[in-house]
C-alpha cells in the first residue's frame, strides 16, 4: 500500500467523519493527527503482550449485556446496531436525511436515530457511572474500561466522561461485530469442508483439555501453536475480511512510488474482499478456500503475508490494535465449542453477506448442534 509511505497525508477524511460521528465521536476510529496518537498510545499500552497472556480473558468492559438469555435483542444491542447501520447509509445514500425528517412526519412510531442514540448514550453512562463507584467502594478491574480510565489524554489528563463513552463505542464497534462475523463465517467455511475441519478438530483435540481451559497464561501459550487453526481462521479473513472495504482521503498532493498521482481531496479505496478473489494477487486457486497457503510446505509453519496482500487487519501505523486478541479470543472460541459439538448447515439456506461497514450475513447462518463424541 503506497500510502503508507506518506501516512500524515492520508486521513479518514469528512465523509467518514460525517457519517460515523454520531456513534464513534472523537473515538480512536474517527481521529487523525494528534487526537489518533493518544488514544492509539494509551490503547496499545493497554493490548501489550503481558496483558494480554495474563489477562486476555478480562479485556471486555466488566459488563455482560445478557444478549444470551433474552430472545429479543437487548435494547443497547438493538440501538448500537441501528446507528451503526445508518452510519453506512450515509455513506451510499445521499438522502439520508431527507428520508430521516420524512420519516419522522410520516412514521412518527419507529424509534429514531436520535432515540437510538440516546438510548446508546444512555447506557454507555450507566456503565460509567457503575465503574466509579465500584472503584470508589476500593473495588479492582483490570478490564478495558478500568485501564482507560487510568489512561491519559493529549493534554495529559485523565479522560473525562465523555472521551470514555466514546472509547466504549469505538471499542465495541472495533471488537464485536469483526470478531463475531469472522466466527459466523468459520463456521460457514468449516461445514462446507469436512476435510478442513477434520484437521482442525484433531489439533484442538491435541491440544486443549478441560483444566487448560480455564488457565489464560497456559492456554495463551497452547493455542499460540496450533498452526493448522491458525491458517484457517486467517484463510476465513482472507475470503471473508470482516472489514471488506475501506478508503483514505488525501489531505495533499502526493505521487506514489508506480508514479499515480494523487490529488488533494482524492479518496483512495480498496476491497479486501475483492483482492481475495483476484487470481493475479492470489494465484489460479483464489477463489477457493484453502488454509494450506498459510502453512509452509516444507516446515509447515504459519507463513505470514505482507499487510498489502492480505489488509484484513490493516496495515501501518494504524493497523488493527486488536488483532492478536481477535485471534485468540476467536481461536478460543473455536477451541471450546468444537471439542464438544459437531456443526453442520441446515439445508436450503441462502448464505450471503450483507453490504454494510463490516460482513454480516444477511439472513444469519442456521445449523445443527450435535454433542461430538
Ligand atoms: C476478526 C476481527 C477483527 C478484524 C478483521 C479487524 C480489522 C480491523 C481493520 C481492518 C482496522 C482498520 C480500520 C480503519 O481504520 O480503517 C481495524 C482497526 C482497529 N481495530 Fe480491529 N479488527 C478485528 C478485531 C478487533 C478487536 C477484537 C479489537 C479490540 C478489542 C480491535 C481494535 C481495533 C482498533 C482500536 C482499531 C483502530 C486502530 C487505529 O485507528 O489506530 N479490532 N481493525
Not at 108 to 131: M, N
Not at 194 to 213: A, F, G, H, Q, S
Not at 358 to 365: D, I, Q, R, V
Request: charged residues 25%.
Amino acid at each position: 500500500m503506497s500510502f503508507l509511505d506518506n501516512f500524515e497525508n492520508y486521513a479518514k477524511g469528512p465523509k467518514f467523519n460525517e457519517a460515523t460521528k454520531e456513534i464513534l465521536g472523537h473515538g480512536i476510529f474517527n481521529a487523525n493527527g494528534e487526537q489518533w496518537k493518544w488514544q492509539r498510545k494509551a490503547a496499545s499500552l493497554i493490548f501489550n503482550v503481558k496483558n494480554f497472556r495474563d489477562h486476555f480473558t478480562e479485556l471486555g468492559f466488566g459488563v455482560n449485556i445478557k444478549a444470551l438469555s433474552h430472545t429479543e435483542k437487548v435494547p443497547f444491542a438493538a440501538s448500537f446496531d441501528e446507528l451503526q447501520r445508518h452510519s453506512f447509509e450515509k455513506f451510499i445514500d445521499p438522502f439520508v436525511n431527507v428520508k430521516r425528517h420524512l420519516k419522522k412526519v410520516f412514521k412518527p412510531w419507529e424509534t429514531t436515530p436520535e432515540q437510538h442514540l440516546q438510548i446508546v448514550d444512555d447506557f454507555a453512562t450507566s456503565v460509567i457511572d457503575g465503574r466509579r463507584a465500584q472503584l470508589a467502594r476500593g473495588e479492582e478491574h483490570k478490564d478495558l474500561l478500568s485501564r482507560f480510565m487510568n489512561a491519559r489524554n493529549e493534554h495529559g489528563e485523565p479522560l473525562n466522561d465523555r472521551e470514555l463513552r466514546d472509547t466504549i463505542m469505538n471499542f465495541i464497534i472495533a471488537g464485536r461485530d469483526t470478531t463475531a462475523q469472522a466466527l459466523s463465517w468459520t463456521f460457514y467455511c468449516l461445514a462446507q469442508h469436512p476435510r478442513v475441519e477434520e484437521i482442525m478438530v484433531k489439533e484442538i483435540k491435541d491440544n486443549i483439555t478441560n483444566d487448560l481451559e480455564h488457565d489464560s497464561s497456559a492456554l495463551y501459550e497452547k493455542i499460540k501453536d496450533m498452526t493448522y487453526t491458525h491458517a484457517v481462521f486467517h484463510e476465513v479473513l482472507r475470503l471473508y475480511p470482516s472489514v471488506p472495504g475501506n478508503q483514505k482521503y488525501a489531505l495533499n498532493d502526493d505521487i506514489w512510488p508506480d508514479g499515480t498521482p494523487i490529488r488533494k481531496g482524492d479518496y483512495i479505496s480498496w476491497s479486501p474482499y475483492a483482492s481475495a478473489r483476484c487470481e493475479k494477487i492470489w494465484g489460479p486457486d483464489a477463489k477457493l478456500f484453502k488454509p494450506e497457503r498459510w502453512l509452509d510446505s516444507d516446515s509447515g509453519a504459519l507463513r505470514r503475508e505482507n499487510a498489502g496482500k492480505w489488509p484484513a487487519f490493516h496495515a501501518g501505523p494504524r493497523t488493527c490494535l486488536g488483532q492478536n486478541l481477535a485471534t485468540l479470543e476467536a481461536i478460543v472460541a473455536l477451541a471450546m465449542l468444537l471439542r464438544r459439538y459437531k456443526f453442520s448447515l441446515i439445508p436450503g439456506q441462502n448464505i450471503t453477506y450483507n453490504v454494510s461497514l463490516t460482513l454480516p450475513m444477511k439472513e444469519g447462518l442456521k445449523v445443527l448442534i450435535e454433542k461430538r463424541l
